[in-house]
């Protein structure tokens, strides 16, 4: 059973016609046609439409930014270098710690107690791969993925990796991960998958892979200035040539 509420549910989805059918509308000869768009009528002194919900969130946007930029010290704003010193402890205790992961399992469909439905459950723990997890659990590895994503996702990593690897997967993997100098019991590489211990080593390759990320960035935009600026440079020479050229013709 669903409960709707519908206060408010014409403001908020009252979508106005534009004034020239609304006045078409009041221009016609029904009666009542002509009932139904009084808004229509070119006699009002004021054709101003209301204000929809668009136009009072646009205004509304509008004044808080005003606000924002105002130089008046009552307003709050947010200032995102002055954050509590507490903050950063937060950020470092999950890496300090041992997560663990809770699937949530619907015993059965009506939300009733003391009823399961074995289908469903086996349909659940299959789809969420919870057998799987168990096993790699069991042998001590927190993640796993397969050789090719994960060659593709940190080989910027590695310079031997980076832009292009020729050989396989594995061995690309193998490769990547001997230069990032993880310790051995760390890993483990299966048929097809790469297996990592600790959670730790997943968020330290993460945290090496934001930072080259940001370095790659900057190294195009730097190549794209380069490129831009140069690519003007000879514009403007061959435009100076030409006047010139012109210049001592016509002199």
């Given at each position: 059973?669903?409960?709707?509420?519908?206060?408010?549910?014409?403001?908020?989805?009252?979508?106005?016609?534009f004034?020239?059918?609304?006045?078409?509308m009041?221009?016609?000869?029904?009666?009542?046609l002509?009932?139904?768009?009084?808004?229509?009528?070119?006699?009002?002194?004021?054709?101003?439409?209301?204000?929809?919900?668009?136009?009072?969130?646009?205004?509304?946007?509008?004044?808080?930014?005003?606000?924002?930029?105002s130089?008046?010290?009552?307003?709050?704003?947010?200032r995102?270098?002055?954050?509590?010193?507490?903050?950063?402890?937060l950020?470092?205790?999950?890496?300090?710690?041992?997560?663990?992961?809770?699937?949530?399992?619907?015993?059965?469909?009506?939300?009733?107690?003391?009823?399961?439905?074995?289908?469903?459950?086996?349909?659940?723990?299959?789809?969420?791969?919870?057998?799987?997890?168990?096993?790699v659990?069991?042998?001590?590895?927190?993640?796993?993925?397969?050789?090719?994503?994960?060659?593709?996702?940190?080989?910027m990593?590695?310079?031997?990796?980076?832009?292009?690897?020729?050989?396989?997967?594995?061995?690309?993997?193998?490769?990547l991960?001997?230069?990032?100098?993880?310790?051995?019991?760390?890993?483990?590489?299966?048929?097809?998958?790469?297996?990592i211990r600790?959670?730790?080593?997943?968020?330290?390759?993460?945290?090496?892979?934001?930072?080259?990320?940001?370095?790659?960035?900057?190294?195009?935009?730097?190549?794209?200035?380069?490129?831009?600026?140069?690519?003007?440079?000879?514009?403007?020479?061959?435009?100076?040539?030409?006047?010139?050229?012109?210049?001592?013709?016509?002199?």
């Amino acid at each position: 059973q669903v409960t709707y509420n519908v206060t408010g549910f014409i403001e908020k989805n009252n979508d106005l016609l534009f004034r020239d059918l609304s006045q078409a509308m009041w221009a016609a000869r029904h009666t009542l046609l002509r009932s139904l768009f009084p808004e229509g009528d070119p006699q009002k002194v004021s054709l101003k439409l209301p204000p929809t919900a668009g136009f009072q969130f646009k205004s509304s946007v509008a004044m808080l930014m005003k606000n924002l930029y105002s130089k008046n010290p009552n307003y709050i704003r947010y200032r995102p270098r002055q954050r509590p010193p507490e903050w950063g402890g937060l950020c470092e205790t999950p890496s300090q710690t041992t997560t663990a992961l809770c699937r949530c399992i619907k015993p059965n469909d009506s939300k009733a107690a003391m009823v399961f439905t074995p289908e469903l459950v086996l349909a659940q723990v299959r789809y969420l791969g919870l057998m799987e997890n168990v096993r790699v659990r069991r042998a001590g590895y927190a993640f796993r993925q397969l050789y090719g994503p994960f060659l593709q996702r940190y080989k910027m990593l590695n310079p031997r990796t980076w832009p292009r690897w020729d050989g396989g997967d594995r061995e690309g993997a193998e490769v990547l991960l001997a230069g990032l100098a993880f310790p051995a019991e760390e890993l483990a590489f299966g048929h097809t998958k790469i297996f990592i211990r600790s959670p730790r080593t997943l968020f330290d390759l993460e945290r090496r892979r934001q930072e080259r990320v940001a370095q790659l960035a900057t190294l195009i935009q730097k190549m794209f200035r380069g490129w831009r600026c140069r690519t003007q440079y000879q514009l403007m020479r061959k435009s100076q040539i030409l006047i010139s050229a012109w210049f001592r013709g016509h002199r």
